[in-house]
Nanobody
Framework: QVQLVESGGGLVQAGGSLRLSCAASKLTFSNYAMGWFRQPPGKEREFVAAIIWSGGSTYDTDSVKGRFTISRDNAKNTVYLQMDSLKPEDTAVYYC??????????????????WGQGTQVTVSS
């Protein structure tokens, strides 16, 4: 069965950086658009960033623009989220997700077919 496994989370001070990875298996990774979502404590899951199948186009939400970068390596079946200039409000469980509609990125969770289990990111002030 399809698996998405996130890694790279942890505790970091404000202003620091982390790089999240999401390794996919049992799917033709290069056919899928990939997204990152997060769920802050006590809040609903929210969209962070997405990338189409080729990596040629990306989209990220306003709150992370200029700080987070999504990328992918189709040869490694892996999508990344580079997070710089982290703020305490970035604290959340971060999830990666895969969408069969590889040509388009979407910020709606309902359009994603597979999800990882999540990795915790905690930013201290």
């Amino acid at each position: 069965q399809v698996q998405l496994v996130e890694s790279g989370g942890g505790l970091v001070q404000a202003g620091g950086s982390l790089r999240l990875s999401c390794a996919a298996s049992k799917l033709t990774f290069s056919n899928y658009a990939m997204g990152w979502f997060r769920q802050p404590p006590g809040k609903e899951r929210e969209f962070v960033a997405a990338i189409i199948w080729s990596g040629g186009s990306t989209y990220d939400t306003d709150s992370v623009k200029g700080r987070f970068t999504i990328s992918r390596d189709n040869a490694k079946n892996t999508v990344y989220l580079q997070m710089d200039s982290l703020k305490p409000e970035d604290t959340a469980v971060y999830y990666c997700a895969a969408s069969r509609n590889g040509r388009y990125f979407t910020r709606s969770a309902i359009n994603y077919d597979y999800w990882g289990q999540g990795t915790q990111v905690t930013v201290s002030s």
